[in-house]
């Protein structure tokens, strides 16, 4: 099974026979490179042309951070999977309005539905989300007779604020009260995890388009633009509420998360490194961890359901199968 590397010691990647060599200056590790999916880099890393050829021959992509955690750009090797009429079929359901519209729906639909389940799950067990619930219920039935992209973002981001409020209910906890959202930069320690689990989530979905057909610069909810990538934005609205957010209820709730993994440094507020390292264990553990996926009649774990859910959409794209974006049930 293939793994992702996460740097944060400053060192360098190197080549060693069929190996991945992380020099640092505390030791040298060795991993076979079948078994690397990707590499996130988080620290001052040099590679040299020739470990980017070899992760280009092994497909290995290399994702890099800022000083902040924030996402600066990827070594995205030459795609060996893309086809022609795949393309063609991703600009065509761009170009025609009512193609891109129909799948922009199932994306934000999606996304409001999985809010909501996770809303359910926390309501179940007492919290008073009552409110948001019903707030985010009536926007999502407005989204199937949205008559452009930019009401069906203005309806998902007014109901994601509905449900960023809902967090100081399910969280309950001083240092973690949700204001305001706050991105670039965050300026509050709940912003900055709410940013950090969004963009370790687009960069896994980044990592799995690769293995696949599918162009991520051709999104269709998301603009596709000058932007580099934006599939990857369309499809990570369906997950960030059942990976990122629970990882973050789950952290701040059991106290693992708590004031002192974070810096304030002018307004801005950062997760500190080893905050960065908790997190991405839990992550890490919850894209491993699988459930029963009634359709399919066996366990799947998150990690495999990205995947799928790209898979669903080339079919959707050639006419195979009609889109519907994967719901959880818990």
Known sequence: ??????????????????????????????????????????????????????????????????????????????????????????????????????????????????IQQVLRYYQNRGKDVQKQLSAIANLSQKCADSRSIEELMALEGNARTHYYTSFNQIIGEEDFQYRSRSKRPPKDPLNAIISFGNTLVYMKVLTEIYKTHLDPRIGFLHATNFRRFTLNLDIAEIFKPIIADRILFS???????????????????????????????????????????????RNVSYQTLIRMEIYKL???????????PFVTRW
């Open 314 to 324: 080339e079919k959707h794209l050639i006419g195979e199968q009609p889109y519907r």
């Open 251 to 297: 952290l701040v709730g059991k106290k693992i998360l708590s004031k002192k993994n974070f810096e304030q440094r002018g307004g801005i507020t950062l997760l500190k490194e080893q905050g960065r390292k908790l997190y991405i264990q839990e992550f890490e553990e919850k894209l491993a961890s699988t459930f029963y996926h009634r359709r399919l009649k």
């Open 1 to 114: 099974m293939q793994k992702t590397l996460y740097l944060f010691q400053s060192g360098r990647l190197k080549r060693k026979g069929n190996t991945i060599c992380v020099d640092t200056e505390e030791a040298k590790r060795y991993f076979p490179v079948t078994g690397v999916r990707d590499i996130f880099i988080f620290s001052e890393v040099d590679v040299n042309k020739k470990f980017l050829e070899f992760a280009h021959e092994n497909e290995v992509i290399l994702h890099f951070f800022g000083y902040h955690g924030q996402y600066v750009g990827s070594f995205y090797p030459r795609e060996h999977y893309n086809s022609g009429y795949m393309i063609l079929k991703q600009a065509e359901h761009y170009l025609d309005f009512k193609k891109r519209i129909q799948l922009s729906k199932q994306f934000v639909g999606g996304a409001l539905a999985n």
